[in-house]
């Protein structure tokens, strides 16, 4: 039974052990040409205030491919860059649409619009989560491994919205996650101890301030930008804080030798990571963002009850 239909997705902790491991499944299936689902008739739209290529075009390919229809939602032409508030903009959206992405700064706006919204509301990046990426994340980690539990992934860099929602997915999936950052630049306290508690004893969530601590015998590699959307003004700043958490071929040596190396894109190639490793025999980068697709697919078709 999906008990996804109707519901929102504004983080990874919304999901549930079995359900997750549920729409990596069924992911899989869509992927691999072993399942359908259908969403005729059905419209997603795409609110973004930041910029966007992989979820914008995923989500639109991923819903054309489900047989339902896409409407791009230009926040720029819309009365939302004008302040009209966000229940009015939610209910009005709700009677049109059938489910809505949204990218935005703030999580508790995500969380306005789900309030007020009668139809799933999905989370396609705040400032605090990037949960539709992690589930293309562990699709990646799971074709290449077969399955989860007991892998530990090192994640190496800043401790911002996409290692909250990898902390938060690992937990919930039984692997063991190490969290290395510069000490200003841990992830919230808040997220850590939820990640904590969905572990339990299953599996570890470390946080370190060295990265060949956090690399010792790791089975996948992940990094982002040093400096996300909106903290332009201090990248160059971040730059020599960060430069020790590198993912070179060095850092690399130290993991398992069958490591794979992710990295969510966009990425500053010769900052966080390094030409040789993007491009190198350990990358599942290309792999990665094609999932993105087949993942928010899966997704997409349980939130509208199409499986
Ligand atoms: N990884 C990711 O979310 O990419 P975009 O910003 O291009 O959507």
């Not at 069924?26 to 930041?50: E, H, N, T």
């Not at 071929?249 to 990425?267: S, T, Y």
């Amino acid at each position: 039974m999906n008990s996804l239909a109707g519901r929102d997705f504004l983080s990874m902790g919304d999901l549930t052990s079995q359900e997750l491991s549920h729409l990596l499944a069924i992911a899989a299936q869509l992927k691999a040409g072993d399942l359908s689902a259908d969403c005729p008739r059905q419209v997603l739209g795409l609110l973004f205030r930041k910029a966007s290529t992989r979820t914008r075009v995923s989500f639109s390919v991923a819903m054309v491919q489900l047989g339902g229809q896409v409407l791009d939602l230009n926040v720029q032409l819309t009365q939302v860059s004008r302040g009209e508030p966000i229940r009015d903009t939610a209910r009005v959206l709700a009677r049109y649409v059938d489910a809505l992405a949204i990218r935005t700064y703030d999580q508790q706006e995500l969380a306005e619009f789900a309030h007020h919204a009668d139809i799933p509301i999905i989370n396609a990046l705040t400032d605090w989560e990037h949960p539709c990426q992690v589930l293309a994340d562990l699709l990646t980690v799971q074709e290449a491994f077969g399955s989860l539990a007991g892998l530990t992934m090192a994640y190496l860099g800043d401790g911002n919205n996409m290692a909250h929602s990898l902390m938060l997915g690992c937990a919930l999936m039984g692997m063991n996650i190490r969290v290395a950052t510069p000490p200003d630049y841990v992830p919230h306290g808040e997220i850590v101890k939820q990640a904590r508690e969905l572990a339990g004893d299953r599996c570890e969530v470390m946080l370190t301030g060295d990265p060949q601590e956090a690399a010792a015998g790791a089975q996948v590699f992940y990094t982002d930008v040093w400096a996300s959307m909106g903290q332009e003004d201090s990248a160059q700043d971040r730059i020599p804080i960060f430069a020790p958490y590198q993912i070179n071929n060095d850092l690399l040596a130290m993991g398992d030798r069958e490591a794979i190396v992710l990295h969510c894109l966009p990425a500053h190639r010769g900052e966080e990571i390094t030409d040789g490793v993007m491009e190198g025999p350990q990358s599942r980068i290309w792999d990665q963002a094609e999932n993105r697709m087949h993942a928010q697919k899966a997704l997409l078709a349980c939130l509208l009850g199409a499986i």
